[in-house]
């Protein structure tokens, strides 16, 4: 069990550094959760089909445009741990580099949750700042 939950964050991440973002929402349960930090431009609890297109919108927003997986780790039947470095380019072109440590959950060999848990939120107000937005509100 623990390689093929290793196996579908790895696939996560392919999908999400290539902006599949429908392929992405295939290995979710439909109402997973994605629960963002207070301090997160995005805060706060989003489900399904809902926090499927809020991260996408908010990957748009930074420019992300690739990722790099360091570590994939499992802990039993349901916990997988990953780290890794989001990359991408600011609102003057600049690029930019910023590690992203997230817990999943998984049932069935679906994501049933996702908690980020590092995130440099200065860096993220930076970014978004440089691209002219002050505040991110997903249309979802």
Same mark, same amino acid.
């Given at each position: 069990m ?5 196996q579908?964050i790895?696939d996560?991440?392919?999908? =999400? $550094?290539t902006?599949?973002?429908?392929? !992405? &929402?295939?290995?979710m349960?439909?109402?997973y959760a994605?629960v963002?930090s207070?301090?997160h431009?995005?805060?706060?609890t989003?489900?399904?089909a809902?926090?499927?297109? =809020? $991260?996408?919108?908010?990957?748009q927003a !930074? &420019?992300i445009?690739g990722i ?8 039993g039947?349901?916990r ?5 470095d ?6 003057a ?6 590690? !992203?440590?997230e817990?999943f959950r998984?049932e069935n ?6 908690r980020p848990f590092?995130?440099d939120?200065?860096?993220l107000a930076a970014?978004?700042?440089?691209r002219?937005i ?7």
């Amino acid at each position: 069990m623990s390689t093929d939950n290793r196996q579908l964050i790895s696939d996560l991440y392919k999908f =999400a $550094a290539t902006g599949d973002f429908v392929r !992405l &929402g295939e290995l979710m349960a439909p109402d997973y959760a994605l629960v963002q930090s207070p301090g997160h431009p995005m805060a706060g609890t989003w489900e399904g089909a809902a926090a499927t297109a =809020a $991260a996408g919108q908010f990957s748009q927003a !930074l &420019g992300i445009s690739g990722i790099t997986v360091h570590d994939i780790a499992t802990d039993g039947p349901h916990r997988v741990m990953s780290l890794v470095d989001l990359i991408g380019t600011d609102g003057a072109g600049r690029p930019w580099t910023m590690p !992203l440590v997230e817990c999943f959950r998984i049932e069935n060999g679906r994501i049933t949750e996702v908690r980020p848990f590092y995130w440099d939120q200065h860096e993220l107000a930076a970014i978004l700042a440089s691209r002219g937005i002050t505040e991110f509100r997903p249309t979802v």
